[in-house]
């Protein structure tokens, strides 16, 4: 399975990106996906998340400026960040994932796209 990320760059504070995400195969439908964001040596957080049934998960560093969508039909999934912040300067991974969202397993995750927000 292959998952294609793109939508980052450079943005200010208090401005938006859309970050997108397709699937090689229809895995979105029968997976939990979402995405998490990763520093250089740091650990890796799941910052949303949606399952198979349309619970949500967000962390608590971006809950109500982040909202994540799929779409099973197109095997996308869509991350909106609106008002970032400096700290939400990463690189943004999707991911099919298992587990609980507070111990995620990542089966399967993209090449990554930087999301850069200057103050």
């Known amino acids: 399975v292959q998952l294609q990320a793109s939508g980052g760059g450079l943005v200010q504070a208090g401005g938006s990106l859309r970050l997108s995400c397709v699937a090689s195969?229809?895995?979105?439908?029968?997976?939990?996906v979402g995405w998490f964001r990763q520093a250089p040596g740091k650990q890796r957080e799941l910052v949303a998340a949606i399952s198979s049934g349309g619970n949500m998960y967000y962390s608590d560093s971006v809950k109500g400026r982040f909202t994540i969508s799929r779409d099973n039909a197109k095997n996308t999934i869509h991350l909106q960040m609106n008002n970032l912040k400096p700290e939400d300067t990463f690189v943004y991974y999707c991911?099919?994932?298992?587990?609980?969202?507070?111990?995620?397993?990542?089966?399967?995750w993209g090449q990554g796209t930087l999301v850069t927000v200057s103050s």
């Open positions: 991911t099919a994932l298992m587990g609980s969202w507070s111990s995620p397993h990542y089966n399967f």
């Open positions: 195969e229809n895995i979105f439908s029968i997976n939990a």
